[in-house]
């Protein structure tokens, strides 16, 4: 399983790069705090210098230095070329249809990329309760498409998941359009082992592209339901230098920052 | 008309038990000083309204105040969990909460409706979430031109709403800059708003026209409180306490724990003591 780690990139590096790829210069993302923010900021600051990264805070057009802890960090406000009410965000720029991709984290995710976040067993009386989904109902299907972003693991991915707090393909095939959903949906899924893509026709996620030195045999393990791989499976190019300095530069800054803060730290 | 008042009788005169409430802030401008101060006075029954619960309906929740909770994002932004109202939740400790949970867009829109004087709020929005099964005041109309079917919540209307923001005038008029978040609506939404500010400034003769400005007309109550947002932020003023929010995780995790944590920082400190605790986290000038 350390393969990655003696190529010199860890997984979850591998993953965040691998997600940052997939952005362009000309896309408009709002971003989900985490893994989603660090590839967004990653795109921004290698290959997508013009990208549009708007927080639901409601900040547009925002470059901070460092990753925001929260989606409401000051740095966000003070980079951004406008900042809207909240209100307004989610009326006019997520509904009134100008967000190009959504992207967002999950707890659990199931194979048509069905998202919870709100709780791990029955919602009256839950195992676990999450902290529910914020922006996220409305996120899923009022972005023109959704990237999803997570490690891989059997609790994460799961046949069934526990509630719909944001809807992917539903059951698969056209469930999306018979609800009256006419956005994409989600469109690309990148875990820290590969990239998976929905199947055309039933929209199951498929494996597209391992990470280097991962095996098929490894994603199937950490994968709570039975993986389709593609034909012809590639490899995902591994992480290029700039990418990786980047990408820890920036967790770095980040990390200084947020213990800068701490009372009583700073002697 | 607006009364300047110290922040234990502008809440004593404006907050009572079982009242509907709102204390509002998107990460941002959050008024922790006046959550303190609800605590310190002991108010029971409460339904707390807010899209972002964060650390003060944490403590509220985590000290039997609450009846009822509204809300969107029931956690620590960036950090996880809330664990005094996941015990709550879970547990039913210290007391059972009653859950009502929607998206942000259906707070939002809420809200908005509530400032409108609406009774409802329409927009796009739940469609395939799991939500609408589970929450009654999620329901759905129909489109009188198109035939879309559309998602419908409630309008708020809080009977009090408390906020934190940059200044006021001496006439009682509030400016709020910076993420201005659901603020606006949630004092326009309100029977009653307080807000606590910064500072006091004579007027606003040299601000640029388009900023926020609450007029004095539509607040009851302002107290001055510097630093009343920590560990949350104000633009211009100080830096979000970040490592708080992460140690918050720490001391929220274990009841005994959060018990004294309470009795250090809210029961035994008081409204004045907000000024030094961001001290640290003001930019130099």
């Not at chain 1, 409305?138 to 999803?148: G, N, P, R, W």
């Not at chain 1, 707090?165 to 609800?179: A, C, K, N, P």
């Not at chain 2, 859950?99 to 469609?127: I, K, Q, T, W």
Request: net charge negative; charged share 20%; glycine share 10%.
């Amino acid at each position: 399983m350390s393969d990655a780690k003696n190529m010199g990139f860890s997984p979850n590096e591998m993953m965040t790069i691998a997600a940052s790829r997939a952005l362009k210069s000309d896309d408009v993302c709002f971003v989900g705090i985490g893994a989603p923010s660090a590839a967004c900021n990653v795109a921004r600051l290698t290959h997508a210098p013009d990208i549009t990264l708007i927080y639901e805070s409601g900040t547009i057009g925002t470059a901070p230095d460092v990753l925001p802890l929260s989606i409401g960090d000051g740095e966000l406000c003070e980079t951004a070329v406008t900042t809207v009410a909240v209100p307004e965000m989610f009326r006019y720029w997520l509904q009134g249809g100008r967000i190009s991709i959504g992207f967002l984290g999950a707890a659990q995710l199931d194979k048509f990329g069905n998202i919870n976040t709100t709780v791990i067993g029955d919602y009256a009386h839950p195992k676990t309760r999450l902290p529910g989904g914020g922006g996220a109902p409305e996120i899923a299907t009022s972005s023109k498409q959704v990237y999803i972003t997570m490690a891989q693991s059997k609790r994460g991915m799961v046949e069934k998941i526990d509630f719909f707090t944001s809807f992917g393909h539903g059951d698969g095939g056209d469930h999306r359009q018979r609800l009256g959903i006419d956005t994409a949906g989600p469109t690309l899924l990148i875990t820290d082992l590969a990239i998976w893509k929905p199947d055309p026709v039933t929209k199951e996620f498929t494996v597209v592209s391992l990470h280097p030195g991962v095996t098929r045999t490894q994603v199937q393990e950490t994968c709570g339901w039975v993986v389709k791989f593609a034909e012809a499976l590639d490899q995902t190019p591994a992480p290029t230098e700039l990418e990786l300095k980047t990408l820890r530069d920036l967790q770095a800054r980040t990390k200084a920052a947020h213990q800068g803060t701490a009372k009583g730290k700073a002697a | 008309m607006v009364k300047f008042l110290p922040l234990t009788e502008a809440v004593a005169e404006n907050l009572h038990d079982g009242d509907t409430v709102a204390f509002e802030g998107f990460t941002h401008l959050i008024p922790t000083a006046a959550a303190h101060e609800a605590i310190r006075q002991g108010f029971r029954d409460l339904t707390l309204i807010r899209m972002t619960p964060d650390l003060i309906y944490d403590q509220m929740i985590g000290m039997g105040m609450a009846r009822k909770v509204v809300f969107s994002y029931v956690g620590n932004p960036g950090v996880g969990l809330l664990r005094r109202a996941r015990d709550a939740i879970e547990n039913g400790f210290p007391r059972a909460v009653e859950v009502e949970e929607h998206s942000h867009a259906g707070m939002a829109n809420a809200y908005e409706a509530g400032a409108a004087g609406l009774p409802c709020a329409v927009f796009r929005g739940y469609r395939g979430a799991g939500l609408a099964s589970v929450n009654p005041n999620i329901r759905s109309v129909t489109c009188p031109f198109t035939g879309e079917v559309l998602a419908a919540v409630p309008a708020i209307r809080p009977d009090v709403t408390f906020i934190h923001a940059q200044k006021a005038d001496r006439k009682g008029n509030v400016l709020v800059e910076g993420i201005i978040g659901i603020q606006k609506e949630a004092v326009l939404a309100a029977k009653r708003a307080v807000v606590t500010v910064e500072e006091v400034v004579d007027n606003f003769d040299d601000l640029h026209p388009n900023l926020t400005v609450l007029p004095s007309w539509t607040i009851a109550a302002i107290s001055i409180v510097p630093g009343g947002s920590h560990p949350s932020y104000t633009h211009g003023y100080y830096e979000r306490d970040n490592a708080a929010y992460l140690e918050w995780d720490e001391i929220a995790a274990d009841r005994d724990r959060f018990q004294a944590w309470i009795q250090k920082n809210v029961i035994e400190s008081s409204a004045d003591d907000f000024a030094s605790r961001v001290e640290h986290l003001r930019k130099a000038a």
